[in-house]
């Protein structure tokens, strides 16, 4: 059985920095075979992608230059280094991992970030 687990958020000041992760187990193929993105949904708003991570990382342009991955596949982990953090970032962040060859794609439960002063 697949878990995909996040952990990490909480309250933070805006401008502070907080660090998510993600641990996967259970995949049927390698991890480094799946594409890892962290989405985040805020209250009243739809998902959005926030960083996609396969060979190399995307971001989305509300993250650019504050927000890194870290990806750990000895680990079958995944980071996500999140700086300068604003009001705006408030909300539930996601962790999911896809085998693109059959489009499985598995899903965290989530965890809660809060940027207020």
């Known amino acids: 059985q697949v878990h995909i687990v996040e952990s990490g958020g909480g309250l933070v000041q805006p401008g502070g920095s907080l660090t998510l992760s993600c641990g996967a187990s259970?995949?049927?193929?390698?991890?480094?075979?799946?594409?890892m993105t962290w989405y985040r949904q805020a209250p009243g708003k739809e998902r959005e992608l926030v960083a996609t991570?396969?060979?190399?990382?995307t971001y989305a342009d509300s993250v650019k230059g504050r927000f890194a991955v870290i990806r750990n596949n000895a680990k079958s982990t995944i980071s996500l280094q999140m700086n300068s953090l604003e009001p705006a970032d408030t909300a539930v962040y996601y962790c999911?991992?896809?085998?693109?060859?059959?489009?499985?794609?598995?899903w965290g439960k989530g965890t809660l970030v809060t940027v207020s002063s």
């Open positions: 999911s991992a896809k085998f693109q060859n059959t489009g499985a794609e598995y």
């Open positions: 991570d396969l060979v190399s990382t």
């Open positions: 259970g995949l049927t193929f390698p991890f480094p075979r799946y594409t």
